[in-house]
C-alpha cells in the first residue's frame, strides 16, 4: 500500500530545492503502465504502473524521475 504524502515529503526534505508550489499529482485508471509530466508541475500515475511495484522506493524512484523530467526539459522548478 503506497503512502504517497510520506513518499512526496521524504523527497522533498531530501531535495529542498525542488520549488513544489502549485504541483498535481494525478492517477488514471488506465492499465497501461506509465507516467507523465505535462510540463505545467501537473503529473499523472497510471494504475497499471502502479499495480506493477513491488515496493514504495520504486514508487518514489517514478516520482522523482517525473519530478526531474519536469525541472530538466522545462525548467519548472
Do not use: W
Not at 36 to 41: E, Y
Not at 44 to 50: F, T
Amino acid at each position: 500500500n503506497v503512502n504517497q504524502n510520506s513518499i512526496q515529503k521524504k523527497i522533498y526534505d531530501a531535495n529542498p530545492e525542488i520549488d513544489k508550489e502549485g504541483f498535481k499529482f494525478l492517477f488514471n485508471r488506465s492499465v497501461i503502465p506509465n507516467a507523465a509530466c505535462f510540463g505545467d508541475k501537473t503529473f499523472m500515475v497510471n494504475l497499471g504502473l502502479i499495480s506493477l511495484l513491488e515496493n514504495e522506493d520504486q514508487y518514489a524512484f517514478i516520482l522523482c524521475h517525473e519530478i526531474m523530467t519536469c525541472k530538466l526539459l522545462h525548467n519548472l522548478l
